[in-house]
């Protein structure tokens, strides 16, 4: 394939395909850009996907690659990559999707940012999200939802929709998206895509606006579970910014093309009957048996305590928020209201009513409830418990079991405006992904197959730092699993 070869086919590349492809010169960084910049200007004014882009930055970037191609070139030179907003970028406006920060430009780069850029991508741009990264289906941006590239009547899921939603687009051959409960894997099935959680503390959180401190993690959108490997090699690793960073034990491997022989699984039980979709489970069992016929040893497991990860987790999170969305005050940096007559009283008052939108509040509602006197231990502390709990049930899962598996989503992407009305049925999108979060360990969701023509996602779930683990058992379910779909936006450029 070479740079002829045509937009269609560059926007079909996976990322280790179009590195080796510029390594061996059949392809340039400058056309492999120019192909994705072509798609979003064809199409993101339908997906919005983007809040901001950056292509002139992409195109000189891109390049300066090719000047200086050869030997020394970066490891990842010349990538077309899309970075969810919630991640700040030195002189570029970083709005977290909300108008509390609509014209807030960072003095630095978030250390997950600048340590790709020192590898050599390419960044396109800052993707739409759901307003400070609270939300499952990017609804509740402050510019406008994103839509889901394979049905764009429907959502991407959240939070990292934007991130998700460009790269089954064919808008970025790779996105960086954030998960507090399930915001990059929840999306990604969403939009038939890669997703990886990784453990946390294994990439630094510098640079990333707070939603709960002690849940989020920033992780890669990819095509395939090679690409996510790739990325998070150059993710991971301690950072002097973050002090609930940590080095990885293990260097991030390429995982390699082998079988499932002798891999243990456990199937959460609590967690693939009710309230699950029936059309999702028929593909998620479809992809279980490929699994098995592949050398998997399949098994129940169980999760006693998992049925109170949703509850404990929306006081935690939105404790954590409250406290960490205390300084959106007015009187540093962003959104200012008030008027000049008004008092400190009044100026915060009217800021944080015109700076937060609907969700925003209400979780900083929740969460200043659950902390406040009198009902601190009745509902924080118990939280707290039962996050214990469910660490302690994880741990005893993997006494029997080298991985766990479940849906990523009970269903596949909602209608827009569908769910907006209910915020419980819309928490209740995060089921599978949450009880990950409390427990601090890696996960991913790979493609399972498509549900009345929407993608349908399976999520590997490792003890903590099994990330090489995790990749190779998820590459080789990827292979046995067979799902090759593009989304209609991607077909339409071949």
């Given at each position: 394939?070479?740079?002829?070869?045509?937009k269609?086919?560059?926007?079909?590349?996976?990322?280790?395909?179009?590195?080796?492809?510029?390594?061996?010169?059949?392809?340039t960084?400058?056309?492999?850009?120019?192909?994705?910049?072509?798609q979003?200007?064809?199409?993101?004014?339908?997906?919005?996907?983007?809040?901001?882009?950056?292509?002139?930055?992409?195109?000189?970037?891109?390049?300066?690659?090719?000047?200086?191609?050869?030997?020394?070139?970066?490891?990842?030179a010349?990538?077309?990559?899309?970075?969810?907003?919630?991640?700040?970028?030195?002189?570029?406006?970083t709005?977290?999707?909300?108008?509390?920060?609509?014209?807030?430009?960072?003095?630095?780069?978030?250390?997950?940012?600048?340590?790709?850029?020192q590898?050599?991508?390419?960044?396109?741009?800052?993707?739409?999200?759901?307003?400070?990264?609270?939300?499952?289906?990017?609804?509740?941006?402050?510019?406008?939802?994103?839509?889901?590239?394979?049905?764009?009547?429907?959502?991407?899921?959240?939070?990292?929709?934007?991130?998700?939603?460009?790269?089954?687009?064919?808008?970025?051959?790779?996105?960086?998206?954030?998960?507090?409960?399930?915001?990059?894997?929840?999306?990604?099935?969403?939009?038939?895509?890669?997703?990886?959680?990784?453990?946390?503390?294994?990439?630094?959180?510098?640079?990333?606006?707070?939603?709960?401190?002690?849940?989020?993690?920033?992780?890669?959108?990819?095509?395939?579970?090679?690409?996510?490997?790739l990325?998070?090699?150059?993710?991971?690793?301690?950072?002097?910014?973050?002090?609930?960073?940590?080095?990885?034990?293990?260097?991030?491997?390429?995982p390699?093309?082998?079988?499932?022989?002798?891999?243990?699984?456990?199937?959460?039980?609590?967690?693939v009957?009710?309230?699950?979709?029936a059309?999702?489970?028929?593909?998620?069992?479809?992809?279980i048996?490929?699994?098995?016929?592949?050398?998997?040893?399949?098994?129940?497991?169980?999760?006693?305590?998992?049925?109170?990860?949703?509850?404990?987790?929306?006081?935690?999170?939105?404790?954590?928020?409250?406290?960490?969305?205390?300084?959106?005050?007015?009187?540093?940096?962003?959104?200012?209201?008030?008027?000049?007559?008004?008092?400190?009283?009044e100026?915060?008052?009217?800021?944080?009513?015109?700076?937060?939108?609907?969700?925003?509040?209400?979780?900083?509602?929740?969460?200043?409830?659950?902390?406040?006197?009198?009902?601190?231990?009745?509902?924080?502390?118990?939280?707290?418990?039962?996050?214990?709990?469910?660490?302690?049930?994880?741990?005893?899962?993997?006494?029997?079991?080298?991985?766990?598996?479940?849906?990523?989503?009970?269903?596949?992407?909602?209608?827009?405006?569908?769910?907006?009305?209910?915020?419980?049925?819309?928490?209740?999108?995060?089921?599978?992904?949450?009880?990950?979060?409390?427990?601090?360990?890696?996960?991913?969701?790979?493609?399972?197959?498509?549900?009345?023509?929407?993608?349908?996602?399976?999520?590997?779930?490792?003890?903590?730092?099994?990330?090489?683990?995790?990749?190779?058992?998820a590459?080789?379910?990827?292979?046995?699993?067979?799902?090759?779909?593009?989304?209609?936006?991607?077909?339409?450029?071949?």
């Open positions: 394939m070479t740079a002829a070869g045509g269609g086919n560059l926007l079909r590349l996976s990322a280790i395909e179009a590195l080796g492809l510029i390594g061996r010169q059949e392809l960084a400058s056309a492999l850009t120019g192909a994705y910049l072509a979003i200007n064809q199409h993101d004014n339908d997906v919005s996907a983007y809040l901001r882009l950056t292509a002139t930055e992409a195109q000189l970037e891109a390049a300066a690659f090719e000047a200086a191609a050869g030997e020394g070139a970066p490891p990842l010349g990538l077309p990559t899309a970075i969810k907003d919630v991640l700040v970028t030195e002189g570029v406006i709005t977290c999707a909300s108008r509390m920060l609509e014209n807030y430009n960072p003095i630095y780069t978030a250390t997950s940012v600048l340590k790709l850029r590898a050599g991508i390419v960044m396109l741009g800052k993707t739409n999200m759901d307003e400070f990264a609270m939300g499952s289906s990017t609804e509740n941006s402050a510019f406008g939802p994103t839509r889901n590239p394979w049905d764009l009547g429907r959502v991407p899921g959240g939070s990292s929709g934007g991130s998700a939603a460009a790269v089954a687009a064919g808008e970025a051959i790779w996105a960086l998206g954030s998960d507090t409960g399930g915001s990059i894997r929840q999306p990604a099935a969403l939009c038939g895509v890669v997703g990886l959680k990784p453990t946390y503390g294994s990439v630094s959180r510098y640079g990333l606006v707070a939603f709960a401190s002690s849940f989020d993690q920033v992780g890669p959108i990819t095509k395939t579970v090679r690409d996510a490997a990325m998070l090699k150059y993710l991971v690793g301690k950072d002097a910014n973050d002090s609930t960073s940590v080095e990885h034990p293990d260097e991030i491997a390429l390699e093309d082998r079988d499932l022989a002798g891999v243990r699984i456990g199937i959460v039980r609590e967690l009957g009710k309230g699950i979709d059309e999702v489970m028929s593909v998620f069992n479809q992809a048996k490929k699994m098995e016929a592949a050398g998997a040893l399949v098994s129940e497991a169980g999760l006693p305590h998992v049925e109170y990860a949703l509850p404990a987790y929306y006081i935690l999170a939105p404790a954590e928020a409250s406290a960490n969305l205390a300084r959106f005050d007015g009187v540093r940096y962003g959104l200012r209201a008030g008027g000049a007559h008004a008092d400190v009283t100026m915060y008052e009217e800021t944080r009513s015109q700076g937060f939108g609907d969700e925003v509040k209400r979780r900083i509602m929740l969460g200043t409830y659950a902390l406040s006197s009198g009902y601190y231990e009745a509902y924080y502390g118990q939280a707290q418990k039962v996050r214990t709990l469910v660490v302690q049930d994880f741990a005893a899962a993997f006494a029997d079991a080298d991985l766990l598996v479940l849906p990523t989503a009970p269903t596949t992407a909602f209608k827009l405006g569908e769910k907006t009305g209910d915020p419980l049925t819309m928490y209740k999108s995060d089921i599978c992904t949450i009880p990950v979060n409390l427990a601090g360990l890696p996960a991913i969701s790979i493609p399972a197959g498509l549900a009345g023509g929407l993608p349908v996602g399976l999520q590997l779930i490792g003890p903590a730092f099994s990330e090489n683990l995790l990749l190779q058992a590459h080789s379910a990827e292979s046995v699993i067979g799902f090759d779909k593009v989304s209609p936006l991607v077909k339409q450029a071949d």
